[in-house]
């Protein structure tokens, strides 16, 4: 089993934290999984801002159209908690597309009545919220505490260095614990920092290792494809586009990725 693994970071800005990430998900694999963690060619630069963050979101969907031609992959894995692409891979791709926020509020809600989130700055916590708001979940959201990482590259360096990053984590996981959070999600570099450190409760309140936990439901669904030969409906919001309207937008918008 081949699994392409996504993140946003920078993969000449923030390679410590795509070398952690990589460290870690690698202990989740199982016997016979292939986990290859991908960054970005300028990601995690000002995505806390739509505006930016919507440059990254295409770069990913270019991935995953690579893929598509290509081939060779069993699951593409969107480990990046702000869901970019999420619903134009899953339209156009064949195998299973699974995203770091949605695998983790709906794990987290099977751990605990409710859940809240550790984002890097305080700008992100509308996006978070839109998104716990799509799932349907927003009463089971009982808080948003921020990080003080105005820019989130800032997160690479304090990343390499550990000690006060691992502090700042844990006292607003704390605060969010306060909201009445039974379950704590933290997007980001912080979910691997809090793992690799082995912190995964707090006061009894779960902390989740969403970057493997990642891994194991990809493996869970791709091997349920296999059992199955299904893995996403092509009702409505996932039809896939019929081929000649690909061929067409590939020609008119002179998208060569978009072509079988």
Known sequence: ?????????SETAMRDVIAGTQALVDTAASPGTTVEVRGTKDGALGDD????WHYDAREVIDNGLRIRQS???????????LDPG?????EILDIPVLSFMEVSCSTALMMGDSFGLVVPNDKFAAHYKEIVV????????TG??????????????????GGALLKQIEDACRRVIATGAEVVICPGPAAAMMAQAGIHEIDGVPILDSYRLLVKTAEAWVAMKRLTGVHVSR???YRTPPPALLEQCARVRNLPLLKS
């Open 1 to 9: 089993m081949k699994i392409w693994y996504q993140l946003l970071s």
């Open 49 to 52: 801002f739509r505006l930016f």
């Open 71 to 81: 081939g060779g992959y069993d699951a593409f894995v969107i480990a990046n908690s």
């Open 86 to 90: 999420l619903t134009e891979l899953r």
């Open 134 to 141: 799509r799932y349907g979940m927003r009463d089971r959201l």
């Open 144 to 161: 948003i505490e921020a990080l003080p990482y105005e820019n989130v590259r800032d997160i690479g360096p304090a990343f390499k260095a």
């Open 235 to 237: 009702r409505r919001l």
